[in-house]
């Protein structure tokens, strides 16, 4: 049994490295250290590959985007508060919320429409937590504190699509990412209202 386990660890080991940066970028997520940048872009990268060899194209282009916002947001959070302090996690307004759904949705449309013509086999989810999750991480380096929920949806919904798949390392990463985003979002709301 321990030398199948060694098999499948050798023969996913970009799969099982990207798991374990993503479990430290998500800690770090939810403890607002700044280190989850860096993290997240190496998650990323990783992820570039594994989504590809899945033919999971609408995530794998999603990668490139997180490599690129996880340079924004290393940015933003340590210049990006009032006169260049640290940025404090803040709500976001109705009209950005709404700007936000209007978004997602629209994405979502356009990339299930992309997908179309490629061969994979989960277009609506793909588009789906695509969509959603390209808002999502911006919303996350504004820290508004609604990108949690954005992400409970996302994990949850990609939990479904990679048990499917047969990607276990990632179905374990995406359950802990589903339980991490209800606590970070707790997490977040205390500290908004330790901030005040």
Same mark, same amino acid.
């Given at each position: ?11 996913? =080991? ?35 590959? /594994? ?8 995530? #794998? ?77 911006? #919303? ?7 990108? =949690? ?7 949850? /919904? ?39």
């Amino acid at each position: 049994m321990f030398s199948q386990i060694f098999d499948w660890i050798t023969e996913q =080991w970009v799969e099982v490295l990207a798991t374990a940066f993503g479990l430290i970028y998500l800690y770090f997520s939810v403890k607002q250290y700044i280190l989850l940048w860096f993290f997240g872009l190496l998650t990323s990268a990783l992820y570039i590959y /594994v989504y590809f060899s899945s033919r999971f194209y609408a995530d #794998m282009s999603l990668q490139i985007y997180y490599v690129i916002i996880s340079l924004y947001g290393w940015f933003y959070w340590s210049k990006g508060g009032q006169n260049h302090s640290i940025l404090n996690v803040s709500r976001a307004s109705y009209k950005t919320l709404t700007a936000c759904l209007i978004i997602s949705m629209v994405l979502w449309y356009a990339i299930f429409y992309v997908l179309q013509f490629t061969n994979t086999d989960v277009p609506v989810g793909d588009a789906f937590t695509t969509a959603t999750a390209i808002v999502a991480t911006w #919303m996350l380096a504004r820290k508004f504190i609604e990108n =949690w929920l954005f992400w409970i949806v996302i994990d949850f /919904v990609s939990l479904i699509l990679y048990i499917q798949k047969g990607l276990w390392a990632t179905s374990v990463l995406f359950a802990v990412y589903t339980i991490v985003a209800v606590i970070g979002y707790f997490e977040w709301k205390r500290n908004m209202k330790t901030a005040l």
